[in-house]
Structures are given as structure tokens and as C-alpha cells.
């Protein structure tokens, strides 16, 4: 080695100093310009990987859509929500008949638990996605707007919507259409249907709930009572919340407000979130306060 020559420090044993030494050259591949044919592949396995992923959504669409049936089958209408609002969160196109017919199904659901709101909205995103007009579908949307303008307290507007059904084979309805007159005064036509349900049923819960709410409108104290006592105590509970609601606006009638007061606090404990409860705690609670003074 030459004296004085500084060696490369990665030059361990001297080579690169041996006489006609080259440094080996490392290859580079050259960029292939893109062709005709390597871009149609690219598209190819794209389109593969669109198929893959669509078919597995709608697979998992699927699977949820069975669950939600055997639920919905079994009356468990909340979970049948659930899964049906699972089965309906991948959007994939072309399937607009399989998720419509979904979305029939979770708008029953919604009726059977009496949140006619969504059954109403469920109804129109059917009709606004069906590839041609659905009678049935608007039939069945009008019903559940009736059920809706019930609910909302707007008994003339329901009434003709759900007396129209009824009279078209919804017999279930019979005593919606009832209260509906009993509502608006009109207390003969309301027997009329009360009495068609009574031909073969018995006093319900919903009945009852109504004949209180009728009598203390009509300041009619002992009967209501009756109605309200009775009412708590059938085997059939499914307006027991309008029943224990009655039983408050009795107390307060006779001026009982103290017994008032600690029914609708009861009644705040079992529906905390009810805003005709919540008023009346408020207008109570003040009587209750005066008289404790």
C-alpha cells in the first residue's frame, strides 16, 4: 500500500487499492412505462376486490336479516329493531327491493312498540326507494299517521284516517276509532264501537283507562275510581301507565293533594321521562308546599 494514502475505512482488507480494481456496479431496473395491458389488470383486480367486498356486505346484510326475523317471530320487536337497523347499515346499490323489504318489517316493528314517528318515516324512505308506486305501502303509511295524530292528541285528524282502515278490515282498530269520538264528545258513537269490541272481548286495560279518563271529564268521581281501581288490577297491564295517571288527576280533583302528590312521584319513578307527569309534579308540588305551611 502507499505510503501515506488514507484507506477507505470500509476498505478493510485493502482491495479497493489493488491496481485496475473497479467497483462492482449495482444493477437498477428500469421503470416499465405503464401499458395498455398492465392498466387493464390493475382495473381487473380492483374490480375483483369490489365484487369481494360487495358480496360480503351483502352477506352479512343478510345474516342479520335472518337474525332479526327469528327475534321479530319470537315478539322481541325492540331487538328485532336492532338487527334490522344492522342489516340495513351497509348501502350497497342494486338491492333496493331486499332493504325496502327490510325496512317493512322494521316499520311493524315500530308500530307494535307504538312509535308510529318512525314506522311513518320507515314507510316513506320505502316509497321514496321503490322503483314504482306501492298502494299498499301508502295504505299502510296512513294508518301508521293516524296511529301518530293519536298519540299527538289530535283525535280529529286521526279519526277519519283510522276509522277509514277500520271499516277496510283493520278490525284492531275498533277502539282507537272509539276513543277518537269519546275525545271529541261524541259519546254515543263511541259506545257504538266499544260496544262492537265487548261482542268478543273483555274489559282491557285500554277500556278502562278510557272510561276513567271520560268519567273524570265528566266530573263523574265514583265511577272513574271504580274504573281506575279496577284497571290496576286485571291481569292485562298494557295502559296501566295511562291508568296511574288518571288516578293522580282523581286525587287532585278531590283536593287530595297530598295523596296526589305521592302518586305522581310514584309515577315519576316508573316514567321519568313523561312530560304530562313531570306537569303535573310541578303544579303539586306547590299545592303540597301550601298546605304543609
Known amino acids: ?28 431496473k428500469k421503470n416499465k412505462p405503464f ?25 352479512s346484510k343478510y345474516n342479520f336479516k335472518t337474525k332479526a326475523l327469528a327475534v321479530y317471530d319470537d315478539g322481541d320487536y325492540q331487538g328485532a329493531v336492532s338487527l334490522f337497523e344492522e342489516a340495513l347499515k351497509p348501502q350497497l346499490p342494486f338491492i333496493n ?23 311513518v318515516y320507515e314507510y316513506e324512505k320505502i316509497l321514496f326507494w321503490s322503483d314504482e308506486p306501492d298502494d299498499n305501502v301508502k295504505y299502510l303509511e ?17 279519526l277519519p284516517k283510522l276509522q277509514k282502515a277500520y271499516e277496510d278490515g283493520y278490525r284492531d282498530l275498533v277502539l282507537y276509532v272509539g276513543s277518537c269520538y269519546g275525545q ?41 275510581l271504580t274504573y281506575i281501581e279496577t284497571g290496576k288490577t286485571i291481569e ?36 321519568p321521562t313523561d312530560q304530562d307527569g313531570k306537569d303535573e309534579y310541578d303544579i303539586l308540588y306547590t299545592r303540597q308546599t301550601v298546605l304543609d305551611k
Open 97 to 119: 327491493k331486499f332493504d325496502n323489504d327490510i325496512r317493512m318489517y322494521l316499520a311493524d316493528c315500530y308500530v307494535n312498540l307504538e312509535e308510529y314517528e318512525m314506522a
Open 236 to 271: 292485562d297491564q298494557s295502559s296501566i301507565k295511562e291508568i296511574l295517571f288518571d288516578e293522580i288527576v282523581y286525587y287532585e280533583k278531590i283536593k287530595d293533594y297530598n295523596t296526589a302528590f305521592e302518586k305522581v312521584k310514584q309515577f315519576l319513578d316508573i316514567y
Open 142 to 158: 296512513n294508518i301508521a299517521n293516524g296511529l301518530m295524530l293519536y298519540k299527538w292528541k289530535d283525535y280529529r285528524q286521526a
Open 184 to 224: 271529541l264528545g261524541d259519546y254515543d258513537n263511541m259506545q257504538i264501537y266499544y260496544n262492537i269490541f265487548l261482542q268478543n272481548n273483555e274489559m282491557n286495560s285500554f277500556m278502562y283507562a278510557q272510561y276513567a279518563a271520560l268519567s273524570l271529564d265528566k266530573n263523574d268521581l265514583e265511577n272513574a
Open 35 to 59: 401499458t395498455v395491458l398492465g392498466i387493464l389488470k390493475l382495473m381487473g383486480i380492483a374490480f375483483a376486490a369490489l365484487v369481494f367486498i360487495y358480496f360480503f356486505s351483502y352477506g
Open 1 to 28: 500500500m502507499a505510503s501515506g494514502k488514507r484507506r477507505n475505512k470500509r476498505d478493510k482488507y485493502g482491495i479497493y487499492e489493488i491496481s485496475n480494481y473497479n467497483k462492482a456496479k449495482k444493477n437498477r
